[in-house]
């Protein structure tokens, strides 16, 4: 695939980052992941508005979104993708040599690539989750590129046969390791609010939307761990797998382990709004 790194169109095996990139050293950086169905990139602007938060957050310059919105065009031009998931990478840049306090006045080193994704039209089978500990840190609202707790939670999840942890803190459920969560009780959508333990997922914001437009009743309150053998659904949802239906949390099946009618509705409002 052919990669966008600094300014340079490189063949994916050609792009070389200096050994002392801050992202390399430190996780110095941020990442964005968006959707491109049939060409078009999907909420743009509420990725970007996160991508420049996210930089804004670690005090890393960021570029206007027509510099964005250029490098997507020519990304999905040159990679001849109709459909897929865009990645982009800004780290503080590279430095003379190893320190933990950053210079002032780097370049930051921008990466963008795209892979083709296949668009789903259909409901995908509900998968099971495992509650986990939320081991990561406090400004999970950043889309920091240091993902280790989210790696390790879900090497656990693989282990225990689980698609995702479900992740809690202090007995409240956060979110997934690459995902946020709705959960349904008696006909009512809760999800966890927007603050800094979640990232502020651009899926769960567009699926709160179609709720309120459904007439649903939402909550954005963190649902407690202790009640999910109460759940009538759950699913979760994020850029690449869109709202993916939770059938069961270890052992507790959730909704006789089928896809309930208030996910059904929304996974539909998801896909039509997709077009
Ligand atoms: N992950 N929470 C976390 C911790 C995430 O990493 C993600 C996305 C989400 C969902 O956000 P969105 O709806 O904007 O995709 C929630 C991306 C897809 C990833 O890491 O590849």
């Known amino acids: 695939s052919t990669v966008y790194l600094n300014g340079d169109w490189l063949a994916a095996e050609q792009a070389k980052v ?37 930089l804004a957050a670690l005090t890393i310059p ?16 040159r990679n001849a993708i109709a ?9 503080r840049g590279a430095e003379a040599q190893r320190s933990h306090l950053p210079q002032t006045e780097l370049d930051p080193t921008i990466f963008a690539s795209v892979s083709p994704m296949p668009v789903h039209w259909d409901i995908p089978a509900p998968a099971k989750v495992t ?8 400004r999970c609202d950043i889309k920091s590129i240091s993902l280790l707790g989210n790696i390790m939670l879900k090497q656990v999840a693989q282990q225990r046969g689980a698609l995702e942890p479900l992740l809690h803190r202090n007995g409240l459920i956060t979110e997934g390791a690459s995902s946020n969560y709705f959960a349904v009780k008696h006909g009512i959508l809760y999800t966890a609010p927007a ?7 651009i899926t769960r914001m567009w699926v709160l939307e179609l709720a309120k437009q459904l007439g649903l009743e939402v909550r954005e309150e963190a649902f407690s761990a202790t ?35 208030v996910t059904a509705k929304l996974a539909e409002a998801f896909h039509a709004s997709k077009q």
């Open 18 to 54: 200096s050994v002392f990139d801050r992202g390399f050293l430190f996780a110095d950086g941020i990442y964005e992941v968006v959707p491109v169905y049939s060409g078009k990139p999907f909420l743009l602007e509420q990725h970007l508005a996160r991508l420049h938060r996210s």
């Open 62 to 77: 960021s570029r206007p979104d027509p510099f964005w919105h250029d490098l997507i065009t020519q990304l999905l031009e």
């Open 83 to 91: 459909d897929g998931l865009i990645y982009f990478q800004v780290t």
């Open 131 to 138: 509650l986990c500990e939320d081991i990561r840190w406090l």
């Open 195 to 201: 603050d800094h333990l979640i990232l502020p997922g």
């Open 227 to 261: 009640d999910l053998a109460q759940l009538d659904e759950l699913f979760l949802t994020s850029s690449s797998r869109e709202v993916q239906p939770i059938g069961q949390i270890d052992d507790i099946i959730i909704g006789a382990g089928r896809c309930g009618p």
